[in-house]
């Protein structure tokens, strides 16, 4: 028996390999999948197609898009607006998910998960219900989540007498003043407090973790977005206080800071706090890093009052609605969604299973204890506006967030401008969906 694959899984994809007719070519059979990234995680989905295919019988073809998520983008919409047939299954960043589905291009996973020994139980119930679901229905399933979270060197805050990390905002602040004082006294540099505050996606993912920590967030009422409320601006000042008023965050961090930039002044141990997404993880703890067994990980702090909130990241696969080989094409979804590719995902790619049951796996909490930790930031994710529109959404926040973070517009006027162009834009994208 193939250790990937459990007995009962197997069975169901036979089934579905019997309705490939006799003599079709393997062109005429192959199941299209589009799939991009780094090297590595090509090399990961080559393996595990390769095992699908000789467990199946069903020939895969694995369609190599750029690293680049806006040309993966680009691609597939391409593909999709012209109701193409190929690919017939692909991989969406998050924050796509709504713009396809009400492009009408997903097709709905109810129906195959109803004859299959997949179940939609075994994944992480927020993400199901605000990413995977558009109006009601499942059009796809995640293969890999992430959200943000805190780092920190544990080292520092137990030299200074600090049992744990901060729970609250204000107790970070507190904590990275003693700690840079004390550092600067001994003639080490030391900075705060990193994380993305420049202009483009990560800069919103981190606003809604302020915002929501705050009870706050972007909201939307009768089709209209709701941004400049009350919460949402003392959180907001609270970010520009962190880099002006405060100083524990760098200078540039309106200007330059994104993953990876916050990620290497973290790992080379000029940062005392770090937010940023899972993936910095084993980089912080590879042999050739100064931050190595020295780096700890929490969920985010949060305001008085309120809760911790991570902002929601990952990858969902989907089916194409212009497909014309459906069936097959669900076997491959319930391949990689099963218990062992999902735990082989986490142990072989490093990536964050979608499926909640990896999580207390007694080898993947030997070997990946952390992931103990990401189980309960995955639980309390939350996303981002799942509207059809949020690209529209997300680059009119970036730049009026980054106006009021580097100072150029005040907080209020910059929430206020913000949301008055939103509307104007959903009203114009509401009329040219109505014509």
């Not at 694995?62 to 993966?72: C, K």
Request: net charge negative.
């Amino acid at each position: 028996m193939n250790r990937y694959v459990p007995e009962f899984l197997l069975m169901f994809i036979c089934a579905v390999a019997g309705i490939i007719a006799a003599g079709c070519s393997k062109k005429e059979a192959s199941v299209v999948f589009a799939v991009g990234g780094a090297p590595a995680e090509i090399d990961f989905w080559e393996k595990t197609i390769q095992r699908f295919e000789e467990q199946s019988g069903i020939p895969v073809e694995l369609l190599r898009q750029p690293t680049d998520t806006d040309q993966r983008r680009q691609n597939l919409v391409t593909a999709l607006r012209a109701s193409r047939s190929t690919p017939d299954l692909f991989l969406m960043d998050v924050a796509w998910i709504a713009q396809f589905a009400a492009s009408e291009w997903l097709e709905p996973l109810a129906p195959f998960l109803e004859g299959s020994p997949l179940s939609i139980n075994v994944f992480f119930e927020p993400v199901i219900r605000t990413a995977a679901t558009y109006n009601g229905t499942l059009l796809a399933l995640p293969v890999y989540v992430d959200a943000g979270l805190l780092y920190y060197r544990k080292d520092l805050l137990e030299k200074y007498g600090f049992a744990k990390p901060p729970e609250l905002w204000d107790e970070l602040v507190a904590m990275a003043h003693t700690i840079i004082r004390g550092e600067s006294q001994e003639g080490n540099e030391l900075t705060g407090f990193v994380w993305q505050g420049a202009q483009y996606e990560g800069l919103v993912c981190t606003f809604l973790e302020f915002a929501g920590s705050n009870g706050g967030g972007i909201t939307i009422a009768d089709s209209l977005p709701i941004v400049a409320t009350d919460r949402n601006r003392s959180a907001l000042a609270f970010m520009h206080g962190l880099v002006h008023s405060e100083k524990i965050s760098p200078v540039n961090t309106g200007t330059d800071m994104k993953e990876e930039e916050v990620r290497f002044s973290f790992q080379k141990g000029a940062a005392l706090f770090e937010r940023n997404w899972p993936y910095a993880y084993s980089l912080h703890q590879a042999d050739d890093s100064p931050v190595k067994g020295k780096t700890g990980i929490a969920v985010l702090p949060r305001f008085v009052g309120g809760t911790s909130a991570a902002t929601l990241g990952g990858w969902h696969i989907g089916l194409s609605r212009f497909s014309r080989q459906k069936e097959r094409a669900f076997a491959l979804i319930a391949y990689l969604l099963s218990y062992e590719v999902q735990k082989a995902s986490a142990l072989e790619a490093g990536w964050n299973p979608g499926r909640t049951d990896i999580y207390g796996d007694s080898t993947i909490m030997e070997r990946l204890p952390h992931l103990v930790t990401l189980h309960d930031v995955f639980s309390h994710a939350v996303s981002r506006p799942n509207v059809p529109w949020y690209s529209y959404l997300s680059s009119v926040l970036q730049r009026w967030l980054n106006a009021a973070l580097t100072g150029t517009v005040p907080v209020d006027e910059a929430l206020n401008k913000c949301e008055k162009e939103l509307r104007v834009i959903v009203e114009r994208y509401s009329t040219r969906k109505q014509h």
